[in-house]
């Protein structure tokens, strides 16, 4: 249990459909943030939020729609997914941004588009 | 550009030690962290390194040295729940994280 918590876990959809990715953080963090990590691949960073405020978009495909109502809780939305998206999406979560604080990680969603 | 190399996968002997090397090119640099990721599972804190030599953690220690762009992660008295991925990520010049592809290990009996 790392205080960061995802759901749902496991998550198929058709390229048609909007689905939403939830993370929320029970450590008092401040920054948020989204990533995708593909099989063999580097993680890849697509969001950053900072006191609810995103600070950072790593030109991420408008099919995906972040939301950070609150220093708690981060939403990703998906809407017209290609099969390339398929990936697990990890949510992590530190106490300050551009500092040297440990990133702590939720258990992540696997996303399978069909 | 950035870059981050370290071998894709590694096996080993249950009781043995094993050395994790990682090579590193950043545009600045603030720090190396070593992420353990089992299967499936969320990437959990190993270490961080921002000055020269090796940091002792139990079985796990971690190596740095900035001349070189070099970190290496020493596991010692290998167990079996030690088969995961091993991720190395500096923090380049605004503290974001470059992320190596990770090194999948494998312990056998």
């Known amino acids: 249990e790392t205080g960061v918590t995802q759901t749902p876990r496991h998550l198929v959809m058709g390229m048609t459909n909007k689905k939403s990715l939830k993370c929320e953080q029970h450590l008092g963090h401040n920054a948020m943030y989204w990533y995708k990590q593909s099989a063999k691949k580097p993680l890849e960073l697509m969001f950053v939020?900072?006191?609810?405020?995103?600070?950072e978009n790593n030109s991420v495909p408008s099919r995906f729609s972040p939301e950070c109502p609150n220093s708690s809780h981060l939403f990703l939305h998906l809407h017209t997914l290609q099969p390339e998206d398929s990936a697990l999406y990890l949510c992590a979560s530190s106490r300050k941004l551009a500092d040297t604080d440990t990133q702590y990680f939720g258990p992540g969603t696997r996303l399978t588009v069909l | 550009g950035q870059n981050i190399d370290q071998p894709t996968e590694m096996t080993a002997t249950e009781g043995a030690i094993v050395q994790i090397n990682c090579t590193y090119q950043?545009?600045?640099?603030?720090?190396l962290f070593w992420y353990q990721q089992h299967a499936g599972e969320a990437p959990t804190f190993l270490s961080y390194n921002v000055l020269d030599g090796l940091e002792e953690k139990g079985r796990f220690s971690s190596f740095l040295s900035r001349s070189k762009g070099y970190s290496y992660l020493l596991l010692k008295e290998l167990q079996m729940k030690d088969s995961a991925s091993y991720l190395c990520a500096p923090l380049d010049s605004n503290y974001q994280l470059i992320w190596g592809a990770g090194t999948k290990l494998i312990i056998k009996p």
């Open positions: 939020y900072n006191f609810k405020e995103q600070t």
């Open positions: 950043t545009s600045g640099f603030n720090g």
